[in-house]
Structures are given as structure tokens and as C-alpha cells.
Nanobody, 125 residues
Framework: QVQLVESGGGLVQAGGSLRLSCAASGRTFSMSTMGWFRQTPGKEREFVAAINWSGSNTAYADSVKGRFTISRDNAENTMYLQMNSLKPEDTAVYYC??????????????????WGQGTQVTVSS
């Protein structure tokens, strides 16, 4: 069973950058797709980005494409989300997740069954 812990959130001005980390425990991390999602109050959890087990394939939501970069270091059991050119609409709690099917490359939250506790990102205008 994989356990996930996010870090790196905070308050930043519009146009700034943050780097989120997701530290994973468990033997299956290096063999699993990983995803980032975000959620604001009253809204459903929204797909942000995903990366396959080797890091050779990535996917992004249109709203973050060109500004966010997902990456992973399997030797360190850690996944990252580099967020540049942040906008106030990026404000949310960000979660990392592992899908039920560890090789799935799904973009919807229901396909994921292991979640971290979330980290708050606030972008001021």
C-alpha cells in the first residue's frame, strides 16, 4: 500500500512560482502512474497532471499546460509539480494520488484510490 504526503504549498503573488512535492512510501511507487489534482470549496476535484511510471509520458489539464511541469524521481520515491506563472485561479488544495489500476493514465478522480492529505496553494492578485 502506498502512502502519500504532499508539501511545498503556500502563499505566492500572481506570476510567481511554487514547487510541490509528493513523498511516497511503499514498494509500488516506481511502478505506478501518479497524478496531481486540485480542489476548491464547493467544487469537484479537478485533474491537473499525470505522469507514467517511468516519467516518459505526461498529461496536463489545458488550464495549466505550458505553466506547470510534472516530474518524478523514483530513486527518491518523490513526485513533483513545478508551477510557474501562477494565477489567482490556481488557488486550491493540491493532492497527489495513485490510480486503482497502477498503470492507468486516467484524468478523472474516481480512477484514483490513494490520496495524500493535500497542500494549500494560494495565489494573490
Amino acid at each position: 500500500q502506498v502512502q502519500l504526503v504532499e508539501s511545498g504549498g503556500g502563499l505566492v503573488q500572481a506570476g510567481g512560482s511554487l514547487r510541490l512535492s509528493c513523498a511516497a512510501s511503499g514498494r509500488t511507487f516506481s511502478m505506478s502512474t501518479m497524478g496531481w489534482f486540485r480542489q476548491t470549496p464547493g467544487k469537484e476535484r479537478e485533474f491537473v497532471a499525470a505522469i507514467n511510471w517511468s516519467g516518459s509520458n505526461t498529461a496536463y489539464a489545458d488550464s495549466v499546460k505550458g505553466r506547470f511541469t510534472i516530474s518524478r524521481d523514483n530513486a527518491e520515491n518523490t513526485m513533483y509539480l513545478q508551477m510557474n506563472s501562477l494565477k489567482p485561479e490556481d488557488t486550491a488544495v493540491y493532492y497527489c494520488a495513485v490510480p486503482k489500476d497502477r498503470l492507468s493514465f486516467a484524468r478523472y478522480a474516481n480512477a484514483y484510490d490513494t490520496w495524500g492529505q493535500g497542500t494549500q496553494v494560494t495565489v494573490s492578485s
